[in-house]
T-cell receptor, first 113, second 109 residues
């Protein structure tokens, strides 16, 4: 158990719909990062939030957006879903620029049909 | 973020020592080398992190030579439960993790 929880665990959506994924970070961690992991690939960095501000973004289009709340929990929103968005979405929490590792949640398996 | 290269797959028998080597020729001065383990349908789990020389914890050792252009993760006496994908990452602490495809380790009896 890492203390990072994600919801829901599984989700099926139709192409064109919108989806919101949620993440509760580990106690004491103020930084949350989101990753997309397609089948057979390593996780790809989407973006990172620190103290409610986006603090870095990977090569993902603007229809991928996020929020971080005062309690450091976070949401990932994806608009206009495409079939290629089907993946495991992972949330990781860490202390800012800390010497501790990132702790990952179990992920949300999103299937777009 | 450092670009890393590691073998796609490795096989081992139970009880053997497994060494997975990763190359990272363009590693920057402030980059650390970090290894993660991932089981199917789970998030990656931190194994070990180092900057240079040798680091050891209860599950693994990490060897980084002086030039820091490569590193070796050593897993002593692997068991079936060590079957997983292992990722080598290079980058500054606290920033985005740059995962490649990792090394798929299969441990058999």
């Amino acid at each position: 158990e890492t203390g990072v929880t994600q919801s829901p665990t599984h989700l099926i959506k139709t192409r064109g719909q919108q989806v919101t994924l949620r993440c509760s970070s580990q106690s004491g961690h103020n930084t949350v990062s989101w990753y997309q992991q397609a089948l057979g690939q390593g996780p790809q960095f989407i973006f990172q939030y620190y103290r409610e501000e986006e603090n870095g973004r990977g090569n993902f289009p603007p229809r991928f957006s996020g929020l971080q709340f005062p309690n450091y929990s976070s949401e990932l929103n994806v608009n206009a879903l495409e079939l290629d968005d089907s993946a495991l979405y992972l949330c990781a929490s860490s202390g800012w620029n800390s010497n501790t590792e990132a702790f990952f949640g179990q992920g949300t398996r999103l299937t777009v049909v | 973020l450092a670009k890393t290269t590691q073998p796609i797959s490795m096989d081992s028998y139970e009880g053997q020592e497994v060494n997975i080597t990763c190359s990272h020729n363009n590693i920057a001065t402030n980059d650390y080398i970090t290894w993660y383990q991932q089981f199917p349908s789970q998030g990656p789990r931190f194994i070990i992190q180092g900057y240079k020389t040798k680091v050891t914890n209860e599950v693994a050792s990490l060897f980084i030579p002086a030039d820091r252009k490569s590193s070796t993760l050593s897993l002593p006496r692997v068991s079936l439960s060590d079957t997983a994908v292992y990722y080598c990452l290079g980058g500054p602490r606290g920033y985005a993790l740059n995962f490649g495809k990792g090394t798929s380790l299969l441990v058999t009896p």
